[in-house]
């Protein structure tokens, strides 16, 4: 019962990648676009399934959503086109923990299902519930003979983290997320992205001041995720992709001790609470996500899907207001050296009993045509992992920081949130972080912190 | 378990008592056990076998997601009385146990001292009770925007702090937020106390409260003197319930402490919260292991409660 209520709530809450779901959003807020993708004839499928005749996909999103109106409409057009019928059910982001995980134990499991590509390694690939996805790379999206492989980013599916035990790859990207700091362009009228630590204090100082003292970062506090960006983002500047899940995996917890960019990184962390808005350290997500959105405050550091969920408030909320929405990535801190951009994929996996996998590889792959692939940026306002479709405007600042060839791409929060099933994170990392940020700890107790803890945390886990 | 053990019968074996009342009684054996069968097997397949897996899986470790449990012998428990979290989710219950058992009760007591002989003592009984209607998570949805904290735009409960001219307070801060919900969940679960022990005062006979009164007693001398002694068996079953209930407290914490979506911070957490994060897990695989052996410490736990808590209510039953 109580599970079953949960489960309600974690669809319909947010702290997702695109927020709370449902309903469109309306006057200025609305994207333009969205009426002409639902409408637009459906592309040919590049590879069609010979022997299914039917697929069961398992979705993380609910159907009114704009990620889910884009997957009916990809429905729609793969039944229109194969004859395959789809057996959707709209689960919502838990689906894959409330749902799926314990179906693995019987043989009534989904052909398809997606998620992000740390919570399927966690909590199914590692149990050894997916199969390899390395022949939908070969499969042509329905654009000529173009494969899924030459369409793809491999940097969006080509990492270590997307591999199973025998090294092939599980997951099928089709949604990319970043996070940056954002801003209202219209608001901040004469605003430079910082180059260095120094200039992004110094633009907080100016904000403050001009927002007459009111603190000019918003952070919803009670997420611990959200809290973990700050030191993950600085940090990861210092030791580049891998290091801190390197440090975290230490059973001795010295490697936090040994490598003093964790020092320095929290020393820089511990500068940016003081610009945090009052009651950040109460709050109730949405709520301070909302105050930024409303206005009073300048910065807010969070996922890619920021301007989806704030769009969908400020168009609920009427009166007529809009952002014209800006991001920058923190500037590198001194004395750091890799400077990195965090990227996550979302994407389809195929179960290991799935019945139909030929179609569900079939789907995964005409996901990637550009005529449906187009969705999930002209509906869902997301980024995807093919580079020759056009940005929404919202993430072109954002965009244009991925691409930027002089930064390496480290996983987010460099999979620190997937360590032993994310316990590592709620026993270790996020108690000492809270207090890291309310200045109950100096970073040097911060650091020393995360040795000892963590040394005791892998010794429980034996 | 006696029930299990068909009920003596008298005569059953002596067959020369015959007559009809003894086809009755053999008629009345009969039906015994196709009356008995579907509860012993509904009972044990949805509540008996999964108890006794629950023990058995908290001596595992268990992703639950196609793979075999593998047995670890009492490392989760080991591990469980170490970890942090459990340790804030232990300390956590017992303020609700405790701290919103006595404050409780000491809401309900004082009701039903005044409402006994109050004017439209049973309209305030039923407004009372409302809370009990409401799904605790909606509850707790509802009482995140009661609790909000942001200058200019508060929600109610610092507004009526400011207007008092009071400073405003950071209600859901993590450090706070147990008191909080304390305070909520003793709002929220007197009514249904004050139901329960109005219902046993209403049964006290009125002559010895008038009894009482032309002695002079005051409230309280009624109270202790008349309604408590008489009411005092009604009292010892309402304290197990609320031990009972208390020890599983989830939704509230779990909307009010956090996103509602996510776990909250884990100093907030309940055995509940444990049991949940660690079945669904915050961010992937599943350990039912911890899991299970964290619902066996609560069984023990509720056991040990209850057994205290009607031992120290032991009294002779007063007739009246």
């Known amino acids: 019962m109580t599970v079953g209520v949960v489960s309600t709530f974690a669809a319909a809450a947010c702290g997702t990648p695109t927020g709370p779901e449902g309903g469109t959003p309306g006057g200025q807020n609305a994207l333009p676009g969205v009426e002409e993708y639902l409408n637009a004839p459906c592309p040919e499928v590049g590879t069609k399934p010979t022997t299914d005749k039917e697929l069961i996909y398992w979705s993380m999103w609910t159907a009114d959503e704009p990620q889910g109106k884009v997957m009916q409409k990809a429905i729609k057009c793969f039944t229109e086109k194969t004859g395959v019928k789809v057996d959707v059910q709209w689960q919502g982001r838990k689906g894959y923990t409330q749902n799926l995980v314990p179906a693995l134990n019987t043989d009534n499991v989904p052909d398809l299902f997606d998620q992000d590509v740390s919570k399927v390694s966690a909590a199914v690939m590692q149990p050894g519930g997916t199969q390899s996805v390395d022949d939908v790379f070969t499969m042509k999206v329905g654009e000529g003979e173009k494969t899924v492989k030459e369409v793809l980013d491999p940097t969006s599916y080509d990492f270590p983290q997307n591999k199973d035990a025998a090294g092939a790859n599980f997951m099928v990207p089709y949604l990319l997320q970043s996070s940056a700091w954002w801003y209202n362009k219209d608001k901040l009228k004469d605003f430079q992205p910082p180059k260095t630590t120094a200039e992004m204090i110094a633009a907080f100082d100016k904000a403050k001041a001009d927002g007459g003292g009111v603190g000019p970062v918003a952070q919803d506090g009670d997420i611990p995720f959200y809290n973990m960006y700050f030191f993950t983002q600085i940090a990861e500047r210092f030791v580049g992709a891998g290091g801190l899940y390197q440090a975290a995996t230490d059973k001795t917890g010295q490697a936090w001790k040994s490598e003093p960019g964790y020092l320095k990184a929290a020393e820089e962390t511990a500068k940016i609470p003081a610009y945090f808005i009052d009651g950040w350290d109460a709050a109730k997500f949405p709520q301070v996500q909302q105050r930024w959105a409303d206005g009073e405050a300048s910065f807010l550091y969070v996922g890619s899907w920021a301007p989806s969920e704030t769009r969908e408030y400020l168009g609920k909320q009427g009166g007529g207001a809009a952002i014209n929405y800006g991001s920058f990535q923190f500037p590198m801190p001194e004395g750091a050296t890799k400077d990195t951009i965090e990227q996550m994929s979302i994407g389809f996996s195929v179960t290991k009993k799935a019945k139909h996998p030929e179609a569900a590889k079939a789907f995964s792959a005409y996901m990637l045509n550009k005529d449906i692939l187009n969705g999930i940026t002209a509906v869902a306002d997301n980024l995807v992992p093919r580079t020759d479709l056009p940005v929404p405007d919202d993430l072109k600042d954002l965009k244009a920081s991925f691409d930027d060839?002089?930064?390496?791409?480290?996983?987010?929060?460099?999979?620190?949130?997937?360590?032993?099933?994310?316990?590592?994170?709620?026993?270790?990392?996020?108690?000492?972080?809270?207090?890291?940020?309310?200045?109950?700890?100096?970073?040097?107790?911060?650091?020393?912190?995360?040795?000892?803890?963590?040394?005791?945390?892998?010794?429980?886990?034996? | 378990m006696s029930v299990l053990t068909p009920p003596p019968v008298r005569g059953a074996s002596a067959p020369r008592t015959g007559g009809a009342q003894g086809e009755h009684l053999k008629r009345k054996r009969r039906l015994f056990w196709p009356f008995m069968i579907p509860t012993v097997a509904l009972y044990s397949i949805f509540l008996v076998l999964p108890t006794i897996a629950t023990v058995y899986y908290g001596f595992t470790t268990w992703a639950g997601a196609g793979d075999d449990p593998n047995f670890v012998g009492f490392d989760q428990y080991v591990a469980l009385w170490n970890n942090d979290?459990?340790?804030?989710?232990?300390?956590?219950?017992?303020?609700?146990?405790?701290?919103?058992?006595?404050?409780?009760?000491?809401?309900?007591?004082?009701?039903?001292?005044?409402?006994?002989?109050?004017?439209?003592?049973?309209?305030?009984?039923?407004?009372?009770?409302?809370?009990?209607?409401?799904?605790?998570?909606?509850?707790?949805?509802?009482?995140?925007?009661?609790?909000?904290?942001?200058?200019?735009?508060?929600?109610?409960?610092?507004?009526?702090?400011?207007?008092?001219?009071?400073?405003s307070a950071k209600f859901l801060d993590p450090a706070n937020v147990t008191w909080v919900v304390t305070a909520s969940i003793m709002w929220a679960s007197s009514g249904f106390y004050i139901t329960i022990l109005m219902a046993a005062v209403d049964r006290i006979p009125p002559y010895l409260y008038e009894d009482a009164e032309m002695a002079g007693a005051s409230p309280w001398q009624k109270f202790r003197n008349v309604t408590l002694p008489l009411t005092w068996d009604v009292v010892g079953v309402a304290g197990v319930l609320w031990t009972i209930n208390a020890l599983k407290i989830f939704e509230l914490v779990f909307v009010l402490a956090g996103p509602g979506t996510y776990s909250p911070p884990n100093s907030a957490w309940t055995l509940g919260i444990f049991v949940f994060d660690r079945s669904f897990g915050s961010n992937g695989t599943p350990d039912f292991g911890a899991a299970s052996a964290c619902a066996v410490a609560m069984i023990v736990l509720v056991s040990v409660l209850v057994v205290m808590l009607r031992r120290l209510m032991r009294r002779d039953a007063i007739q009246f």
């Open chain 2, 85 to 167: 979290s459990f340790q804030f989710s232990f300390r956590n219950t017992l303020i609700y146990v405790f701290v919103g058992g006595v404050g409780t009760f000491l809401l309900a007591f004082l009701f039903t001292m005044v409402l006994r002989d109050m004017k439209g003592g049973k309209l305030v009984r039923a407004i009372l009770f409302f809370p009990n209607i409401v799904a605790p998570v909606a509850l707790g949805m509802f009482l995140g925007f009661v609790f909000k904290y942001q200058p200019g735009k508060q929600g109610l409960a610092n507004f009526f702090l400011e207007s008092l001219g009071a400073t």
């Open chain 1, 405 to 462: 060839p002089k930064k390496e791409k480290v996983l987010q929060y460099d999979g620190l949130d997937g360590i032993a099933g994310g316990k590592w994170a709620t026993e270790v990392f996020d108690p000492l972080n809270l207090e890291l940020l309310k200045g109950n700890i100096n970073p040097q107790q911060f650091v020393d912190g995360l040795a000892t803890k963590s040394a005791d945390f892998w010794k429980s886990q034996g």
